[in-house]
């Protein structure tokens, strides 16, 4: 196209869209400022990004009670999975998921306290708290209150009564996540109501959540003594399938025992903050065993015959990472090289493993690039969420999200930081990184701002997370609705339909996104 054209066209593009946007008259339309302009030309990953973060909470609520319309006939406070009642039967409130997606309405809640969303909010949260706290008090196949037994129960039905079904139980992760969903928002609450903590009436607020004089009292209480007393029990991990021991349910006991500790503290309740701590250290140097030297690589479950490779990972790192009222050390942060190094190697297995995500493009020194591909849960995946199929799994959303959220949460260490530094460990995720780059990294130096290999490593982190992103824009429908994953072969969504945690994890890999943008 000759260049003098060029700006005719833009124009006659400005015109057409104008018109499409109804925006009166052409005269006024020749003044747009530059933003106005920018807005225009905004590329159709943000326009579509933007409309379904609007999408994505609506039907994340929509499985949210009270006021979700997928859950008139479930109790006051439950979070089902899906609204799926059948082909399968998602109907359910799992703990684990039902904390995660509460912990993504209390970050929303924190970042605007005081908004009409965040009122709705509270109210939700609120119900949220009373449900829990009588489901740890329903007996159920896992056993009791009277002895926490019964908090390790994964799933209850929708009408806050037992599932007695026979299941992978226990689960040991759900009271740990629970707690840290309740933990910040009593942070958040008590933060955004100046006074509340030394008024007269904050007892009666609290004490459902946090009584240091009556622990079979409070909700947060309950979860940290399980947590403290059965982490080194096995467990079913997160996908319900295998009995042992998890790096996901490890990094959420730690998050949950450490965070405990300093709530403890808030409330005097001394012992308890000490006993906490205690057994945080210990988990702390039980996760080390994760590693595996061998491989190089993170593995989720100690001594089973997988490879170790799971999108578990991801999710453990991610939810594992200390909250903003916390001053812990992170331990397997997003943005570690072992975290990183596992990304890539569960990458690369995905590569080739789904027919929908093309082989990657490879440098001429045959370094493969790291794209943005469809992941799913795990190489040994059969589930194709129906039934089991021989040939295998499918990629899924929320595993999607999650590596498009560790990308962007680690070029946000890397903006706050100002520091790179490239070990044995982490040397071929970096290399794969900038594969289409003529930079090469070195090992055992350290990178900073005046550096090129520094903002390329940005600029790459950011533009592969968009990568996989992209990934999820293609296989969500045009109603916005994703289900829980999507064929390996026809890229068709599959399995339950609006999977809660498949918006939850977007929404959160967007905030990410926004704070790196
Ligand atoms: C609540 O906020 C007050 C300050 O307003 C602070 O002193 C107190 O430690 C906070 N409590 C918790 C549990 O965070
Ligand atoms: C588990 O931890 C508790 C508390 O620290 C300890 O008393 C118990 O011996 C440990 N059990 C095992 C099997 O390691």
């Known amino acids: 196209m000759a260049p003098l054209i060029l700006p005719f066209v833009f124009l006659a593009y400005l015109v057409l869209y104008s018109i499409a946007l109804s925006i009166p008259t052409i005269p006024n339309f020749l003044s747009v400022g530059r933003a106005q302009q920018q807005q225009v030309l905004k590329s159709p990953l943000d326009t579509w990004i933007e409309q379904q973060e609007r999408i994505a909470l609506d039907k994340l609520l929509a499985n949210v009670s009270p006021g979700g319309r997928n859950v008139k006939d479930a109790a006051k406070g439950s979070v089902i999975a899906s609204p799926s009642r059948e082909h399968p039967n998602y109907f359910y409130q799992w703990v684990r998921d039902a904390a995660i997606t509460t912990s993504t309405l ?102 459902d959540l946090y009584d240091p004089s009556l622990p ?91 490879t170790g490779l799971d999108c578990a990972l991801l999710l453990g790192s991610l939810h594992g990472y200390p909250s903003k009222y916390s001053h812990d050390t992170p331990v397997f942060p997003p943005y570690s090289e072992e975290i990183l190094i596992s990304f890539l190697r569960l990458v690369q297995d995905q590569q080739e493993r789904f027919p929908i995500n093309a082989a990657p493009s490879s440098s001429e020194d045959g370094v493969a690039a790291l794209e943005g591909i469809g992941i799913g849960r795990y190489p040994e995946d059969v589930y194709d969420g129906y039934g089991n199929d021989k040939r295998g799994g499918n990629p899924w959303f929320l595993c999607t999200a999650s590596a498009a959220e560790v990308l962007y949460r680690t070029a946000d260490h890397l903006i706050s930081t100002g520091n790179l530094e490239i070990s044995p460990i982490g040397i071929r995720f970096y290399e794969a990184l900038l594969s289409s780059s003529s930079l090469e990294p070195e090992i055992d130096r350290s990178y900073g701002p005046s550096d090129a290999l520094f903002h390329s490593v940005i600029e790459r982190l950011r533009n592969t997370g968009d990568e996989f992103i992209d990934v999820i824009k293609t296989h969500t429908d045009a109603q916005g609705s994703m289900s829980e994953q999507f064929d390996r072969v026809t890229g068709y969504e599959r399995g339950a339909r609006d999977l809660t945690w498949s918006y939850g994890a977007f929404l959160q890999a967007i905030r990410a996104r926004k704070r790196v943008l």
Do not use: C
Not at 190 to 204: F, R, Y
Not at 281 to 300: I, K, N
């Open 106 to 207: 209390v970050d929303l809640y924190t970042d605007e306290p005081s908004s009409k969303l965040s009122s709705d909010l509270s109210n939700i949260l609120d119900d949220y708290s009373d449900l829990q706290y009588k489901l740890q008090r329903t007996s159920n196949p896992s056993g009791t209150f009277d002895d926490l037994s019964g908090l390790g129960e994964p799933k209850f039905e929708a009408d806050g009564s037992p599932f007695i079904g026979s299941w992978g139980r226990p689960q040991r992760d759900g009271p740990p996540l629970r707690a840290l969903t309740l933990m910040t928002y009593l942070r958040a609450y008590n933060e955004s109501h100046p006074g509340l903590w030394t008024s007269a009436g904050a007892e009666d607020w609290y004490k």
């Open 216 to 306: 079979a009292n409070s909700i947060i209480k309950a979860d940290l003594e399980y947590t403290s007393h059965f982490w080194n029990q096995s467990g079913f991990d997160l996908w319900e399938e295998v009995d042992g021991f998890h790096f996901f349910t490890a990094m959420v006991q730690l998050k949950a025992l450490r965070e405990g500790a300093e709530l403890a503290k808030a409330f005097q309740d001394k012992g308890a903050a000490q006993w906490y701590a205690e057994q945080a250290s210990y988990v702390e140097a039980f996760l080390q065993q994760f590693w595996d030297e061998r491989s190089g690589f993170l593995v989720e479950t100690l001594n089973t015959d997988r």
